[in-house]
């Protein structure tokens, strides 16, 4: 038998079985439809927005050192987004912890 044929009578066996069981056939195929729409309802209630590129400062890891580390974290604590590249973004650069006591 080729493969054609065997996929024709599976799909045939899945659509009898289906066919028999009605409240079952009905959930499988309502239920996705219902998370579907729910979906397509919250992105069209909230559009996506344009925002610009992001640039956090850098943090030492804890590899640097604990001092460089918690200061890295205490300094950045609200994280904050800049427009243009930070200082510690320039290539070759590791970090720019060095003047920071």
Not at 16 to 32: D, F, K, M, S
Not at 77 to 98: W, Y
Request: glycine share 8%; net charge positive; proline share 9%.
């Amino acid at each position: 038998m080729g493969v054609g044929t065997q996929l024709g009578l599976l799909l045939w066996k899945n659509f009898t079985y289906r066919r028999r069981q009605r409240v079952q056939l009905a959930i499988e195929v309502l239920w996705p439809l219902f998370l579907f729409f729910i979906l397509i309802s919250v992105r069209q209630s909230h559009p996506p927005f344009q925002q610009h590129e992001c640039h956090f400062p850098n943090k030492a890891l804890p590899s640097a050192g604990t001092l460089p580390w918690l200061q890295g974290i205490i300094c950045n604590i609200n994280n904050p987004c800049f427009r243009h590249p930070t200082a510690g973004e320039a290539p070759g650069v590791v970090g720019n912890f060095q003047d920071s006591m």
